[in-house]
């Protein structure tokens, strides 16, 4: 009889010190957990171009998504502190990877700015008569003896689609690069640093599809 007594108060003690086992276990393992931090992440943020006298063509142009160097293919904030020297900043990083923003942002101007009768991103079904396509060969910060610079260097191909030979579709192949100094030692200042620099080249590309157009 005092057996089966002290069965049934064993369990009874059981039941009721089982949440009490199960919060010590739990605090205890977030004791022992590494503690987590908050990542800033940082995008191009600037102004569309505004170019006068700009002229308007009636067909339709294509932006593919942009290949990026293995090396800038991430979404770290990369910075050059010497030669050969990389480094990546683990609480600040870029929104999205480069080749990413670089398309996504060109693909914007070009609508804006009204050159085409329409531009249409990579994955658009649509037929085009012209395609851009395009590699981001540098984006970093790079940190010299005269001050930091933002660095962005895109590789452009500018293409006829009309055109059965491969050689003749080919209306310019050029590099862009724009080296955009800052002051402040601080990712914001890198994200307006590159941002600056992406106008320009955006702005440069667009004045060139104009040029090259206009000669077809």
């Known amino acids: 009889m005092s057996l089966s007594l ?5 369990g009874l003690w059981l039941n009721l010190a089982m949440p009490f086992l199960l919060a010590v276990l739990i605090s205890g393992c977030s004791l022992g957990a590494k503690p987590s ?15 006068k006298d700009l002229a308007s063509f009636s067909e339709l142009v294509r932006v593919e998504q942009f290949c990026v160097a293995q090396t ?8 050059k502190e010497g030669p050969n020297l990389r480094n990546v ?15 996504e942002y060109l693909v914007r101007d070009l609508r804006n700015c009204g050159l085409f009768r329409a531009v249409v991103f990579y ?17 970093l910060e ?3 003896k005269d001050g930091r610079k933002a660095v962005l260097s895109l590789n452009v191909t500018f ?23 800052y002051t402040e ?22 004045l060139d599809l104009q040029d090259a157009v206009k000669n077809r």
């Open 72 to 79: 800038f293919n991430t979404s770290a904030m990369i910075y």
């Open 185 to 206: 030692k601080t990712p914001a200042a890198l994200a307006q640093g590159m941002s600056r620099a992406m106008e320009k080249i955006s702005r440069q590309i667009i």
């Open 89 to 103: 900043d683990p609480y600040n990083r870029w929104r999205t990877k480069p080749g990413e923003m670089a398309a």
């Open 123 to 139: 994955n658009d079904s649509e037929e085009t008569r012209y395609l851009l396509e395009g590699q981001v060969d540098e984006f």
């Open 159 to 181: 293409l006829d689609l009309k055109k059965r030979d491969t050689a003749e579709k080919v209306i310019f192949q050029r590099e862009y690069k724009v080296v955009e100094p």
């Open 6 to 10: 002290r069965i049934k108060d064993s």
């Open 142 to 144: 790079v940190s010299e």
């Open 37 to 51: 931090y908050l990542v800033n992440q940082y995008t191009l943020e600037y102004p569309s171009p505004i170019l």
